[in-house]
């Protein structure tokens, strides 16, 4: 399994953050988070090939991960904080992938949606469906989480299907959802950091 280092902590402790500012920090973790589970997927023998199955894939963990977050600001905001942090998530998610795909693969022809758009058209078209799903303390509900393995088998080759979903929703769900949970709560916390210990203190130890 594939360890990555999510910093979620800020220099400005002691002060609340913008929901903008929290959108810009769990944006980033989103897209790394996505990344690990990519990577985690290949190494565990799944075929995602790079190209436009690559960035489907990325695609619609990224709506899973962002609807995740919409139904965290849920429990942590109020309504309206919460409708401008999951704005500004979902446009800066966006603008992550769009930078990715389009150095990738290119921009797409003339007079084809950009890949923010498309982005954008996806996590709207996602939005009821998910919107259906359970949410508690505990995270996702099965149905939840079952959506995006099914979404996902849909674009594996045949070899891989069979398994997917099980990979998906016993393996890299909870870990993502774990990096996420803890995103979340540094990037929301007031509390001033901890004073890092001087080097001449740890070298006497």
Not at 34 to 42: E, F, I, P
Request: aromatic share 10%.
């Amino acid at each position: 399994m594939v360890k990555i280092r999510i910093k979620s902590e800020w220099f400005q402790s002691g002060t609340a953050k913008t929901p903008q500012q929290v959108a810009s920090v769990m944006a980033f973790v989103a897209w790394r988070v996505a990344q690990n589970t990519l990577k985690q997927m290949r190494s565990a023998g799944f075929d995602i090939e790079i190209g436009p199955q690559y960035f489907a894939f990325t695609r619609e963990v990224l709506v899973f991960l962002t609807q995740v977050l919409d139904r965290m600001a849920f429990e942590r905001m109020g309504a309206p904080n919460r409708a401008e942090f999951v704005t500004a998530l979902v446009r800066r998610v966006a603008e992550v992938l769009q930078e990715n795909e389009d150095r990738l693969l290119g921009p797409p022809p003339d007079g084809q949606p950009s890949h923010f758009e498309s982005f954008i058209d996806l996590f709207n078209a996602s939005a009821d469906a998910y919107a259906g799903f359970g949410y508690d303390a505990q995270g996702p509900d099965f149905a939840f989480v079952r959506y995006l393995g099914h979404r996902i088998e849909a674009f594996m080759p045949e070899k891989d299907q069979r398994w997917v979903i099980d990979q998906i929703m016993a393996t890299e769900v909870p870990e993502a959802l774990e990096m996420l949970q803890r995103a979340m709560q540094g990037a929301l916390s007031t509390e001033p950091r901890a004073p890092r210990r001087s080097r001449a203190t740890a070298n006497s130890d």
